[in-house]
C-alpha cells in the first residue's frame, strides 16, 4: 500500500467539470475506481453509462435523470446507479456541485447512449 496526495480538481475538456482521480488501476486497483468532481452552476455532464457507478453529494445541488426520471439530491445525499444504467448528472443551483464518485471496475469503461465508447481525459 503506497499512500498518495489527493488532488484537487482541475478543469477538463468535459462540460466545464473539474476532476481529479484519487485512485484507480494505475494504482494497481482491480476495483474500485475513486473520482472527486465539480460542477459550476448551470454544468450537466453529457447522457453516460458505465459497468456500476455511486455518487455522494458533498455540497451542492443536484440533478439526475435517469430511467425517464429526474430527481433532485443534495449535501450528504448518496446516489446509488446500478450498472449499465444511462444517466445524466447536473447542477441545478447557483453554487458548486461537489460530488465523490466510487466505481466498482478500475478502469472505468464508459459508454454514450449509443453504446460508443468515451475516451475519458483523466485516469480511471
Excluded at 455518487?55 to 445541488?61: D, K, P, V
Amino acid at each position: 500500500m503506497n499512500p498518495s496526495v489527493r488532488a484537487r480538481p482541475k478543469a477538463t475538456a468535459i462540460c466545464g467539470i473539474e476532476h481529479s482521480t484519487w485512485a484507480c488501476s494505475k494504482e494497481g486497483l482491480s476495483q474500485p475506481s475513486v473520482w472527486r468532481q465539480t460542477l459550476p452552476p448551470g454544468a450537466a455532464l453529457p447522457p453516460h453509462r458505465y459497468e456500476c457507478d455511486k455518487l455522494m453529494c458533498l455540497a451542492g445541488q443536484g440533478g439526475v435523470r435517469s430511467q425517464g426520471r429526474v430527481q433532485r439530491f443534495g449535501a450528504d445525499a448518496t446516489l446509488a446507479q446500478p450498472g449499465d444504467q444511462l444517466h445524466q448528472l447536473f447542477n441545478v443551483s447557483d453554487e458548486l456541485l461537489q460530488l465523490l464518485a466510487v466505481l466498482v471496475a478500475a478502469p472505468a469503461h464508459t459508454e454514450l447512449p449509443d453504446r460508443q465508447a468515451i475516451g475519458l481525459p483523466w485516469r480511471t
